[in-house]
């Protein structure tokens, strides 16, 4: 069967577009939408493509998540994975002109009582959620559909992690540019060292816990040390634009 025809289900592209771009039009909205709405949004947020890749993974959409070798493997991914959060985080701390205005993630959008819940369902959508929905989409789908774009072979039949300089090019341009223009230089290291890790280990579920280990280090971090840090005028340094 055509794969055009098979998109709404498990051997489609549903389930990789689905979780991908629910969570970005979450997203999009939440930033426009009024103050008393901005607590639902946090939920919906989480909630939604967390909901739509259990859904897809319990109905099988998913093999390339199985099989995978950890052992003392499990370690070299932890260390890929915190040297992209150093990679991340440095170069904010050491460059003032770097930062953003942003104030970032406010702790507070679900009232003074809630600032422990606020953070609970930030720590699992950025931890938990967004590395399979973005590794799903990008170095699963992306990379493998760019390599049958001009044919109707499914993608599915292009291997995991199979380098070619078209299909590598697209996804860290595409990579890159879906996030906010002051990350773009961390995000093209961060993209090129897991893209690196990515052809190395040749499967996709190193890379989810690569990238659930970044964020986490990079979450853990701003959580510890926010306001730690000083910039070159003395004044200490919010880290919440991280997040």
Same mark, same amino acid.
């Given at each position: 069967?055509?794969?055009?025809? %098979? %998109? &709404?289900?498990? &051997? &489609? ?10 969570? +970005?039009?979450?997203? *999009? ?13 946090? #939920? ?10 259990? @859904? ?14 950890? &052992?003392? =493997? ?30 970032? /993630? ?22 938990? #959620?967004?590395?399979? +929905?973005?590794?799903? /989409? *990008? ?10 774009? %001009? !044919? ?7 291997? +995991?992690?199979?380098?070619?300089? *078209? ?7 595409? /990579? #890159?540019?879906?996030? %906010? ?17 990515? @052809? ?37 340094? !919010?880290? =919440?634009? /991280?997040?």
């Amino acid at each position: 069967m055509p794969e055009a025809h %098979q %998109q &709404g289900g498990v &051997g &489609g592209w549903a389930p990789y577009w689905a979780p991908y771009f629910s969570f +970005i039009l979450i997203v *999009m909205f939440s930033g426009r939408v009024a103050a008393p709405l901005t607590a639902i949004f946090l #939920v919906l947020r989480v909630a939604v493509p967390l909901g739509l890749f259990v @859904y897809y993974a319990l109905r099988g959409a998913y093999p390339e998540l199985r099989g995978a070798r950890f &052992g003392v =493997w499990a370690l070299a991914d932890l260390a890929v994975g915190l040297a992209g959060a150093a990679l991340w985080i440095a170069p904010f701390l050491v460059w003032d002109e770097l930062r953003p205005d942003t104030r970032g /993630f406010d702790t507070g959008r679900l009232g003074p009582d809630g600032v422990w819940l606020a953070l609970t369902l930030r720590a699992i959508g950025y931890v938990c #959620v967004t590395p399979f +929905i973005e590794e799903l /989409f *990008m170095r699963s789908w992306l990379v493998r559909y760019v390599e049958v774009a %001009q !044919s109707k072979r499914s993608f599915r039949n292009v291997p +995991i992690a199979r380098f070619s300089w *078209m299909s590598f090019l697209v996804v860290v341009v595409f /990579f #890159v540019t879906t996030h %906010q223009f002051w990350e773009y230089g961390v995000m093209l290291g961060w993209t090129l060292l897991t893209m690196a890790w990515f @052809y190395y280990r040749k499967h996709l579920a190193p890379i989810v816990l690569v990238h659930a280990v970044t964020n986490g280090a990079i979450f853990a971090f701003v959580v510890a040390f926010d306001r730690v840090f000083h910039d070159a005028s003395g004044s200490p340094i !919010s880290l =919440w634009f /991280f997040l």
